[in-house]
T-cell receptor
Framework: GAGVSQTPSNKVTEKGKYVELRCDPISGHTALYWYRQSLGQGPEFLIYFQGTGAADDSGLPNDRFFAVRPEGSVSTLKIQRTERGDSAVYLC??????????FGPGTRLTVL | AQKITQTQPGMFVQEKEAVTLDCTYDTSDQSYGLFWYKQPSSGEMIFLIYQGSYDEQNATEGRYSLNFQKARKSANLVISASQLGDSAMYFCAMRPNAGGTSYGKLTFGQGTILTVHP
């Protein structure tokens, strides 16, 4: 079946702009996760949804970052007033309950 | 809190040989899961293998096996009969199981770049 998809694959924006990154999980997966991966590093947890609610948002770096999953399927990660330090690959993963997480291809965000 | 340490920034192996990628972890949780993921240059994280902390047998998946030594807090990945397509970054990760702190959240190591030579 279809895997996790993420759009766009690449996003270039200017400092101070607002961006939205979209994640489509595997159908039927109730849990959805966002991670951020900087160059040469392992992914770092941002936020985890179980259904529509954020079960753990302890990894969001500050209040410029926000994520939603209004219908328990697609999720959007929103970043306000982007900064150059936000440049990274943003990875989304989904799992049935909280079993093995399956990752999407990521969105590469570049803030100029 | 959980911590994963991968001490090998890079490893080289000859095609058809076996290779071991090291992973040590630290956690205060009693029940947890350990994972290995492969990340080729394309960027996608590919799940390879899972080991539960209470599993008595080491996990195996095809050419991948996990050498789990609970007392040493190590979870090394063994790849047998290496292939050119195994060249990639490999990440060890852990997650507390139900009832643990930060349930659901994966903590990753820094990764090991594996290069398979023909």
């Amino acid at each position: 079946g279809a895997g996790v998809s993420q759009t766009p694959s690449n996003k270039v924006t200017e400092k101070g702009k607002y961006v939205e990154l979209r994640c489509d999980p595997i159908s039927g997966h109730t849990a959805l996760y966002w991670y951020r991966q900087s160059l040469g590093q392992g992914p770092e947890f941002l936020i985890y949804f179980q259904g529509t609610g954020a079960a753990d948002d302890s990894g969001l770096p500050n209040d410029r970052f926000f994520a939603v999953r209004p219908e328990g399927s697609v999720s959007t990660l929103k970043i306000q007033r982007t900064e150059r330090g936000d440049s990274a690959v943003y990875l989304c993963a989904s799992s049935p309950n909280t079993d093995t997480q399956y990752f999407g291809p990521g969105t590469r965000l570049t803030v100029l | 809190a959980q911590k994963i340490t991968q001490t090998q920034p890079g490893m080289f192996v000859q095609e058809k040989e076996a290779v071991t990628l090291d992973c040590t972890y630290d956690t205060s949780d009693q029940s947890y899961g350990l994972f290995w993921y492969k990340q080729p240059s394309s960027g996608e994280m590919i799940f390879l293998i899972y080991q539960g902390s209470y599993d008595e047998q080491n996990a195996t998946e095809g050419r991948y096996s996990l050498n789990f030594q609970k007392a040493r807090k190590s979870a090394n990945l063994v790849i047998s009969a290496s292939q050119l397509g195994d060249s990639a970054m490999y990440f060890c990760a852990m997650r507390p199981n139900a009832g643990g702190t930060s349930y659901g959240k994966l903590t990753f190591g820094q990764g090991t770049i594996l290069t398979v030579h023909p």
